[in-house]
């Protein structure tokens, strides 16, 4: 029951953080003049490159910090941070003339940049997976069988993100911008929460004598 729920946390947990609701205003604005199969077309590469890029940073990311010499603490901290700054962001809003989406639109990048990184898969992302991958589910180290619940974990979100902005216009719809912006500020809330317990196991885990 625990390792249920430790599964079903972090699930939880990386679908807030890719948040495909804060990517659907900005899908809707650029791709409104698209045709249908247009829309699905860059949904779907979206979703695609959001998969891609949280499973390099599962594969490689615990590598990375074992040749860089870097402790799982330490990189709980600093994740922790970051994600807590994206929490921050989420609930206080960003201004309206930050439109980075414009400019890479216009290059034919979209879906790639910025839809799929920075805005869904960003940094609080692929630090969260890193330390995922390498703590466990549990904090006990990976396993095998950790290893490929995980990895489902992250083929479902890439799902569910592909669901939500191929969904974009009838949830634009049924929520409005209003609630959209609600949604994307409880989701913030959630997220701050789940950065704050971040930072007290990497503390914890730098040091243990505080644990006592």
């Excluded at 910025?114 to 703590?135: H, N, Q």
Aim: hydrophobic fraction near 60%.
């Amino acid at each position: 029951m625990p390792e249920l729920t430790a599964y079903v946390k972090i699930a939880v947990a990386l679908f807030v953080l890719v948040n495909p609701l804060e990517g659907v205003p900005i899908f809707l604005a650029r791709t409104r003049r698209l045709g249908a199969a247009e829309r699905l077309r860059i949904a779907r590469t979206a979703a695609i490159s959001v998969t891609i890029i949280m499973l390099t940073a599962f594969f490689v990311g615990r590598w990375l910090l074992a040749m860089l010499g870097i402790s799982t603490g330490a990189f709980q901290i600093a994740g922790g941070i970051l994600v807590l700054l994206i929490g921050l962001q989420m609930v206080l809003g960003e201004p309206h003339e930050s439109k980075p989406a414009e400019e890479a639109a216009a290059a034919g990048n979209f879906a790639i940049v910025p839809l799929a990184i920075p805005l869904l898969a960003g940094p609080g992302v692929i630090g969260s997976i890193i330390i995922y991958s390498t703590r466990g589910a549990l904090g006990s180290g990976p396993s095998a069988a950790g290893d490929v619940i995980l990895c489902a974990i992250l083929l479902a979100v890439g799902l569910a993100t592909w669901g939500a902005l191929r969904a974009a216009d009838p949830l634009r719809r049924l929520l409005g911008d209003t609630g959209i912006d609600v949604a994307t500020r409880v989701a913030g809330l959630i997220v701050a929460a789940i950065a704050v317990e971040m930072m007290h196991s990497g503390i914890l885990g730098l040091f243990p004598r505080l644990a006592g």
